[in-house]
Structures are given as structure tokens and as C-alpha cells.
């Protein structure tokens, strides 16, 4: 199967990470150094009109496009064989939003994140728009897919992890979490948060300290603030 991504950035790092790329769409007149690389990988370079380019490409498309490979899941066992020290993975708790997704997917590529932690089921998938908000993050970070997420805990556990869970209700701030370890950090769902059984088989949860008047962040920005917080306290 095969998707249909859209962006100079989205492009240009699905050809440079050597995802099959079956066909290439540019407007005419503008097809550079993205189209000297797709040729080289042997890509069929397809110039065209803009009227036309628009009736192939989703809107906002920046005059570029590609058919590629669909994206895919990695499963949780080769992602716990990859050797690293203190491995960062961020769980995402029946999130559905694709905005979210691809923003979290730009910041775990910008800050040293192994892994993102997708359910199956009941979950945003990796779509164009993941692919494209991400700005070709998705290029570089595991998506690993997993059946049941309290299952998924069990096994980190296993293998060493800590599951530190984000709940604005909480007393423990990000400050006070053990970064120097095998880490996992739960994001909720955009309006729910964490679900009860995930939130209770963590092994604590920590807040983002605020002090404005609407105490709520998106879900994709208080990833970041954590995410950064474990890699400024690394040294990273």
C-alpha cells in the first residue's frame, strides 16, 4: 500500500532516510535539489501545473508531493533490542488527534526521544497529516504499535523501565522525576487524560507547574515541556 505525503521537509526526509518513494510530484518549474536526489534513487519525477498538482495532493500541499510506502509500526521487542543506555519512550494514551501526533513525533526527534508508544486500537494512525505536521520526524523516531497499553507496561517494567504518568492533579512535578534511568512517560487523551487503569499501573505521576489562569496545556505542548525536561536534565 502506499501513501501520499505532502511538504518540502516531508518529502525531502522521506527520500534522504531511503523510504521507497514510487513517484514524485513537483510544480513546474520548481523542482531542485529534492528532485536531483529523487532521480538519483531512480524515483519517477512528475512535473505539472498547479491546477493539476492540486487535484492529486491534499490542500497546503507547498507545490510538492510524493507517493510513498505506507507508514509502519515497529514491534515492542525490537525496539527494547536496540542497545542504548537510559532509554526514553513517550506513551500516548488514545490519542486521536493527528496535529498532536506529528507535533509530538517533531519535538522526540528534536530532543533524543527512542521510542513513541502507539495502541492498535483506538488511536490516532500515521497518516499524512501525522507525517506532515511532524515535518519529516517521523523519518527518525520509532513508532512502536502495541495491543494493550497496560500489557505494554507489565513488559517495560520487565525490562527495567520506570512509567511516569502526567496528571495535572498530582502533587510530584516534572523537576522531581528520576531521569537516570530506563524511562517511559504516559500522555492522556486530549480531553480525558490518562485512563484509570493505565494511570494506576504507573509508578507515579508528575504535574507541569503553572501558574496561569487556564491550567491546561495541549497534548502535544505539555509532551514537549516533559520531553525537554528529561533532555536538559540528561545533558543531552
Known sequence: MATI???????????????????????????????????????????????????ILPPNNQGIGAKVADYKTIDLVDALAKPKQNKLYIMLDSLEDPHNLGAILRSSDAFNVDGIILPKNRSVKLTNTVAKVSTGAIEHV????????NQTIKKLKDSGFWIVGTDAETEQTIGEMNVDTDLCIVIGNEGKGISRLVKENCDYTVKIPMSGHVNSLNASVSAAIVIYEVFRRRGE
Open 142 to 149: 520509532d513508532v512502536i504499535g502495541v495491543t494493550n497499553l
Open 5 to 55: 505525503i505532502t511538504g518540502k521537509n516531508t518529502v525531502y526526509e522521506a527520500i534522504k532516510a531511503d523510504r521507497k518513494v514510487f513517484e514524485l510530484y513537483v510544480l513546474t518549474g520548481t523542482c531542485f535539489g529534492v528532485c536531483a536526489a529523487a532521480k538519483k534513487d531512480g524515483v519517477t519525477v512528475i512535473e505539472m501545473d498547479k491546477k493539476k498538482l492540486n487535484e
